[in-house]
Nanobody
Framework: QVQLVESGGGLVQPGGSLMLSCVLS????????MGWFRQAPGKEREFVAD????????SYADSVKGRFTISRDNAKNTLYLQMNSLKSEDTAVYRC????????????????WGQGTQVTVSS
């Protein structure tokens, strides 16, 4: 079975940077399209970024475009999210998601989800 485990969250000052990682185990990583999502307490889940199986196409939410970069290393079964110029409104639990084949049009269509890692941006 597929398992996803995120890491790299923590406390950072506004304007700082963090890199999140997500490791997939149990299946062949390059068979899965991947995405990053976030959710703050009391708010709905929000799309952050996604990437195709081979890493050739990536897309971003308008709120993070130009600041965040999604990437993947298929040899390491790992998905990354480099976050720069962080703002207080980026504070949330960040979760990675996997879907076999193509990127799904809606977040609820992803097959597998990690448990999340907390990112807190505060001075």
């Amino acid at each position: 079975q597929v398992q996803l485990v995120e890491s790299g969250g923590g406390l950072v000052q506004p304007g700082g940077s963090l890199m999140l990682s997500c490791v997939l185990s149990g299946r062949t990583f390059n068979n899965y399209a991947m995405g990053w999502f976030r959710q703050a307490p009391g708010k709905e889940r929000e799309f952050v970024a996604d990437i195709t199986r081979g890493g050739g196409i990536a897309s971003y939410a308008d709120s993070v475009k130009g600041r965040f970069t999604i990437s993947r290393d298929n040899a390491k079964n790992t998905l990354y999210l480099q976050m720069n110029s962080l703002k207080s409104e980026d504070t949330a639990v960040y979760r990675c998601a996997a879907n076999r084949g193509s990127l799904p049009p809606e977040s609820h269509e992803y097959e597998f989800w990690g448990q999340g890692t907390q990112v807190t941006v505060s001075s």
